[in-house]
């Protein structure tokens, strides 16, 4: 435990989501003074609302870092960009030192609504006064299970084969994150993927023989613009460092 862990004080959006629940081990381990924020309240933790502003102005009252998690794909305007610009705005005057916002791999390449709304909540990000650093991670490896799980509710898994992701373990992303908000706030947008870059025909085969299951995969070239783009690649990347956890390990320790 270092000193200065020992004396910041780190408020964690979305602390109850796939993410928050590593971050917020992972920085408690490293001594951080950790203030976990979700619109609910519960025990040792703090309540605020992104959509209202509600409660957020005591939420960042005495805290040094932001790592700022929550997100709705359901509603990301008002959340994520609105509900990004009133928090960052409290930091502002909060006087916060650093802002971490996890965004996520090639949404600048990738033509799909959601990204776009996280495009704009980056822009609210720089532009909000609070020096930040702005972190894309790839998808997570219990996400991509969870969209196999998806495609395959009529029976087969029907996907299109060419599609390229590069999943990333979330104790690796949690373990970045710890790595950035040890260090100064670079003004900068980094990206982060796990080790290996996989074909959804691969990721199929793989997740249907560690379930052992036998429904058949059909293998559809999708449409539009968005399938062509993560045909090419565009959520793959050659940025460095990387996470050192797979895909196969996430199966194997799954359904081991």
């Keep these: 435990m270092s000193e200065r862990a020992a004396n910041t004080t780190v408020l964690v959006t979305g602390a109850s989501g796939t993410l928050g629940s590593a971050v917020v081990p992972r920085l408690e381990k490293e001594g951080y003074r950790v203030r976990p924020m979700s619109r609910r309240a519960r025990p040792g933790w703090v309540a605020a609302d992104l959509r209202t502003g509600e409660g957020l102005a005591e939420a960042v009252d005495g805290v040094d870092v932001i790592v700022h998690l929550a997100s709705a794909p359901g509603r990301p305007q008002q959340t994520d960009v609105e509900g990004s610009r009133l928090l960052l705005t409290e930091a502002r005057h909060a006087g916060v030192r650093h802002v971490l916002y996890v965004s996520i791999n090639g949404i600048d390449r990738v ?48 996907i299109d084969p060419k599609w390229q992701v590069q999943p990333v373990a979330v104790d690796d992303v949690a373990d970045r994150i710890a790595d950035l908000i040890a260090a100064p706030p670079t003004g900068e947008t980094t990206e982060y993927a796990g080790p290996q870059v996989l074909t959804f025909d691969e990721l199929a085969r793989s997740w249907r023989a560690a379930r052992g299951s036998r429904r058949p995969i059909w293998r559809l070239p999708f449409p539009g613009g968005m399938a062509r783009a993560i045909r090419a690649g565009a959520q793959t990347t050659t940025a ?3 996470g050192t956890g797979t895909w196969p390990e996430y199966l194997a320790a799954k359904y081991r």
């Excluded at 959601?114 to 704009?120: E, I, P």
């Design 111 to 158: 033509p799909y609504r959601y990204y776009q709304a996280k495009l704009d909540t980056e822009e609210v990000v720089k532009a909000s006064g609070v020096p930040y650093t702005i972190l894309r991670a790839a998808q997570f490896h219990p996400f991509v299970e969870t969209l196999l799980a998806l495609v395959s509710k009529a029976g087969p898994v029907i």
């Design 240 to 242: 460095t460092p990387t």
